[in-house]
């Protein structure tokens, strides 16, 4: 995994779970994770959730959707803490465990999980090989990787418009492109490899997201997080919608199947 620092602290956890839902640092909320697994079956199935911020899809994959127990990584330990508190909370600590994990090969042995899970974070992992390599090395065979993510539509330089959002952003944004995606998973041995293109869907969402973050509940956004964050933020969503409508940020679906 990509080295960071903590980019998710307290108040921007609490500002992204105001936009998403309790437990959500990114879009689409359950219904979202149940389209990434679609036509999966995760009960009694052993789960890795690689980026597992504050942990509530985490605990939902054993909860909602019947996996035998979860293993949620992340890099950071503000987001670890908080899932491991939700977790508690919700008395599951015999189905979904929460390991905060430094960069490099996942610390788990070969065939290890049946599903590898991710919800918008490999972004933050530049080298989509050595990805695609470590989670097939994990997956037993004929298991699968389900994940979304955020991408750019090609392999060129970002346009200045992108450029712009991508710096707004000040996240260590890796992003790669469909087919980068589909040459990793094909290269590192997966087959039924799929991308499904959700541009269209979130650049509705987050025009009404920008809509509602600068109309009424302004103010008591600035009031709660502070006015320069907000204003920041508003910035962000301003660029993410620029590009979002052109196409050239484009979030996926991405899956494909360990060989059986």
Not at 47 to 65: E, K, M, N
Request: with cysteine.
């Amino acid at each position: 995994m990509a080295d960071t620092d903590d980019l998710y602290d307290a108040q921007h956890i609490g500002f992204l779970e105001t936009i998403w839902g309790e437990g959500y640092l990114s879009p689409g909320g359950p219904e979202e994770v149940s389209r990434v697994l679609e036509g999966l079956d995760l009960k009694g199935k052993r789960v890795l959730d690689i980026g597992c911020g504050s942990g509530a899809i985490t605990l939902s994959l054993a909860v909602d959707h019947g996996a035998a127990h979860v293993v949620g990584i992340d890099v950071e330990e503000p987001v670890c803490q908080a899932a491991r508190a939700r977790i508690a909370a919700a008395g599951a600590q015999d189905r979904v465990t929460i390991v905060q994990v430094t960069p490099g090969p996942f610390a788990f042995e070969d065939q290890d999980f049946d599903i590898v899970f991710s919800k918008d974070s490999i972004i933050h992992i530049p080298d989509k090989d050595f990805l695609a390599k470590e989670v097939m090395r994990v997956l037993k065979p004929g298991g699968w990787f389900a994940a979304s993510d955020w991408l750019i539509s090609h392999d060129d330089a970002p346009s200045p418009e992108m450029a712009v959002y991508i710096k707004q952003e000040a996240l260590d944004f890796a992003m790669a492109s469909p087919a980068r995606y589909h040459d990793a998973l094909t290269e590192a041995g997966f087959v039924n490899v799929t991308l499904r293109n959700r541009n269209q869907w979130y650049a509705q969402i987050a025009t009404a997201e920008l809509a509602w973050l600068t109309g009424a509940e302004r103010g008591v956004l600035s009031e709660t997080f502070g006015k320069d964050f907000i204003d920041h933020n508003v910035a962000t969503w301003e660029a993410m919608v620029t590009v979002l409508k052109s196409g050239e940020h484009c979030p996926h679906h991405i899956r494909g199947q360990r060989p059986a």
